[in-house]
Every structure is written in C-alpha cells, then in structure tokens.
C-alpha cells in the first residue's frame, strides 16, 4: 500500500474521489515504527524465472548481491543490442513510444500520466538497504541507474477503490539490466522474512516477500507478493511485484489496492499489453 496507488493521474472525477478514498485509508497502511524480522529465504526460494541469486551480502551494501551483480553486468556489457545483455541504452524519446500513451485502454483499464512525478523514487528506502530494489528501483536503488525511464498509472477510471498498476520502463547502458535483476533476486531471497520501508513521514513494515509464478516474457522475469502489516497491527494488506527484463530494459509492474483485498497478482492483462507493445516496437 505505499506505491502505485499514492498517486493519480491528474484532472477528473476520478482523481477526486480516489484521492479522498486514499486520504481515508491511509491511516491504516502507514505505521510509525518498524523493524526488519523474520528469517530469510531457504535456498529453494526464487523470484521467478530467472532469479539468478548467489546468496546474499552483507546489509550494509547499497543493494544485496552488488558484487555478483556488477560482474554480471559487466560480462553482458560486452553483447551486441537486442541480445540477452544488451549493450545500449534506449533513448528517452524511444521509450516513450514503447509505453503506454496518456489515456490508452487496456480492457476495463485506462494508462495515465502521474501526475506527481515519478511512484516509488528516491524518497522510497529499504532497511536494512539490502532489501532496496524490492521497494524502488529508481536511480540510486542499486549499482546501475537507468539512462532513461518512463512511467504510467493503469487503473480502472469508474472504481474509485480498486487496483492500481504502476508500469515503469527503464532502460541501461551496458549490463546495468542484468545487474538490476540480480540484485532484485537477491533482495528477494534475503528479504523473505520482512524489513522496513521509510518515507519522508512514516515507515511500513513488510512482513513477507514470496515468489510467484513470473510471465514468460523477455529474457528473464521475476515477481513477487508482499504482506504488509497496518499501524494496528491487525490487518495485513497486500502488494504485487513483477519485472521483466528484455536485453537493456526492464519492464517493472507494482500493483497494489486501497483495500485489505488480496488481488492475488499483477493483472495479466496490463503486462501483457505492455508487453506485446514494447516487442512490437522494439523489433521493428
């Protein structure tokens, strides 16, 4: 409950009511003070199709696997573009056009413009900040920084509270997508017992981060489930994380509801829209 669905498209009814449904709400989703518990992952636990996780380093690295992740980067650095690696970033005007457009319908859904700017920046941290890339992976969340990003608000414009899917494209230079995805994986695996995301004026405790089945799409995939715990701790809310990456770029899905409901994934309607759109384009 602290990404996509904190921000709205701009203008509207529905940004009115959504808002006020938001405000009312958000006491339940944001608690004062939290602490990383819980155990980590087993090793048979996976992010999704190719986690491609080596154990996890210490805490107090920016992004866990940084190290295994940097020498992946580098190593699929050297490929050619449009191969696994990748090897250059798209340009911020090409990315636009792989994106949804302000105002497209995917089935019941709508794509929209933030209006706020970028969902889940740099004011999103993780502690312990090996846990980072589970919470934003905005510019500094790991080794890598996009050179370019574009993101959409996708919802339903006649709920006024139902699910919300922040879309974000990011592409790379050299390895940085690779990189990206490894140390999400590793964030997935050391993270699996909980930890704390802080804002600029309160903090949320995760209490569970669980792989689910991930899309087959792109060169690799991960995705996975949050359990956060309300201010009472009485109410678990729930949240869903899916990336795909595809050579330089990564294709990320948050999707989150202002309910205790639990949607139960990302909806496969939305990534799958996105994603045929992005290889359409991106292969002509």
């Keep these: 409950m602290f990404g996509a669905g ?9 940004a009115r009511l959504r808002s006020a449904a938001a405000l009312a709400l958000v006491g339940a ?5 939290a602490a990383c518990g819980g155990e980590g992952a087993t090793d048979g636990d996976k992010g999704g199709k190719d986690a491609r996780t080596d154990g996890k380093a210490p805490a107090s690295t920016p992004a866990d696997g940084a190290e295994d992740a940097a020498e992946s980067a580098a190593s699929a650095g050297s490929g050619e573009p449009g191969t696994s690696g990748g090897s250059g970033a798209l340009s911020q005007r090409d990315l636009t056009a792989l994106a949804f457009t302000d105002g497209e319908k995917i089935g019941k859904y709508t794509a929209g413009e933030f209006s706020l700017g970028e969902p889940q920046g740099e ?10 890339p589970l919470v934003s992976l905005a510019k500094g969340a790991t080794a890598f920084d996009p050179a370019s990003e574009v993101h ?4 339903v414009a006649e709920e006024m509270v139902g699910t919300t899917v922040a879309v974000q494209l990011r592409s790379y230079n050299g390895g ?3 990189g990206v995805m ?3 994986g590793a964030a997935g695996k050391a993270c699996a017992g909980g930890f704390v995301e802080n804002r600029a004026v309160a903090k949320g405790q995760y209490l569970k981060v669980e792989p689910v089945k991930a899309p087959d799409h792109g060169d690799e995939a991960q995705a996975y489930r949050f359990t956060i715990l309300d201010v009472k701790g009485t109410l678990k809310l729930y949240e869903y994380l899916t990336v795909v990456r ?13 309910d ?18 992005f290889e359409a384009a991106s292969t002509r």
């Design 6 to 14: 904190n921000q709205r498209r701009s203008g509207g009814r529905r």
């Design 29 to 33: 989703v944001l608690t004062g003070a």
């Design 123 to 132: 004011d999103y941290t993780a502690d312990p900040a090996t846990c980072q």
């Design 152 to 155: 959409r608000n996708v919802d």
């Design 176 to 178: 940085g997508a690779v």
């Design 182 to 184: 490894k140390a999400l």
């Design 246 to 258: 595809s050579g330089a770029t990564t294709l990320s899905f948050r999707a989150d509801i202002l």
């Design 260 to 277: 205790t409901k639990d949607i139960g994934k990302v909806p496969e309607e939305v990534i799958t829209a996105q994603w045929k759109k």
